[in-house]
């Protein structure tokens, strides 16, 4: 007879789960309602929609994949450039790819998580780099006029980051106590979530 296994095997799924629980009433909720202090704004931009929170967390467990300094880099890289891409939302500059670079960020990001395809550097900055700017461009596109265009985007910024460091935590999480099934599950999760956004 098998031992029942520890709780503690579930405690990446259970907080997964949570996290979609916690979310899920604010799924596609960017319709530019919301606090109008511009930093508050900001920070609760990339938490109104289970596509931006799915695709941060992605990157926190991507980059958890990796060693050393790539673990940190590759959240700011993201981070630097979602600026970027935010302040061409901001000045309504025209960014055709932004709504489908959302879409893909998380069929792509979940295919890798889930087959633990290893991606040279400058691959992964390069996607890194073409879906932070996608991302930032919709927080961007969205902001009020009535606030303030640095508040706002620090704002934004900080939350990507908070949902990036969720997703490193979940990462080291499932390795500790659960192995990389867990890892590989939740990749396929986030991109069969970003298949039905594609579908027309």
Partial sequence: MKKPLPPLKFFPLLLLIALLLITSPLV????GD???NGWL???THPLSGLDHILAMVAIGLWAA???GRIVWLFPLIFVVVMGLGGLLGMIALPLA??????MFSLVILGALLAWRKHLSLSVNVLLIGLFALSHGYAHGSEMPSSIS???YAAGFMLATMLLHLCGIGLAL???KFAG???????GIIIAGYGGFLLIP
């Avoid at 596609?28 to 319709?31: D, G, M, N, P, Q």
């Fill in 97 to 102: 790819f932004a709504e489908y670079g959302i």
């Fill in 41 to 43: 704004h900001g920070f």
């Fill in 28 to 31: 596609f909720a960017h319709t």
């Fill in 65 to 67: 994949q990796g060693h």
């Fill in 173 to 175: 999480l499932c390795k």
């Fill in 180 to 186: 990389t099934r867990w890892i590989r599950f939740s």
């Fill in 34 to 36: 919301g606090p109008h």
């Fill in 149 to 151: 265009l640095p508040s």
